[in-house]
């Protein structure tokens, strides 16, 4: 735990909170996770690895973006991590829902199944700043960021 004031690097909440997550300060956590992600977030974090991404959903998929690598636990979004990175540039973060994902990078934004408000949403963001991070639910609930100052929501 942190004394005075740490970094949050990213929270994660799956849809209906069976997983959760934080990430703060050099290599600190808090979580209700599968065990294959904290196992793999823990090897990052004796790699002095920063985690700049989190996700997990309820089915118990889950990713993991830090300043080196990217993995999930589904080899369909680590696919599309490894194409987001090859076609759109650095990748900031990802959101994963029961149904879908969306992973923001430095050049755009690639995603599935996204529900149609959450889109909406990230479309309308989008023309205003440039979107960093994406947080969503499959019933359309969205945050979106640019991770430092602005940000809007939709529930």
């Known amino acids: 735990a942190c004394e005075n004031s740490c970094k949050i690097h990213d929270i994660c909440i799956s849809n209906n909170g069976k997983y959760w997550c934080v990430v703060y300060g050099n290599g600190g956590m808090c979580a209700l ?8 977030i823990r090897n990052y974090f004796a790699n002095n690895e920063v ?35 090859d076609s759109l540039g650095k990748v900031y973060s990802i959101a994963l829902s029961e149904n879908g994902y969306i992973i923001c990078a430095a050049n755009g934004a690639y995603f599935n199944n996204l529900p149609t408000q ?21 019933s359309g609930t969205i945050l979106v960021t640019d991770g430092e100052n602005s940000y809007s929501y939709c529930m």
């Open 51 to 85: 985690v700049q991404s989190i996700s997990i959903n309820d089915k118990g998929d889950w990713a993991i973006i830090t300043d080196k690598h990217m993995y999930s636990s589904s080899a369909e979004v680590h696919e599309a991590l490894i194409y987001t990175h």
């Open 118 to 138: 959450a889109y909406e949403a990230l479309i309308r963001r989008a023309k205003q700043t440039k979107v960093k991070i994406v947080k969503f639910t499959d």
């Open 33 to 40: 996770a599968p065990k294959t992600f904290s196992k793999q």
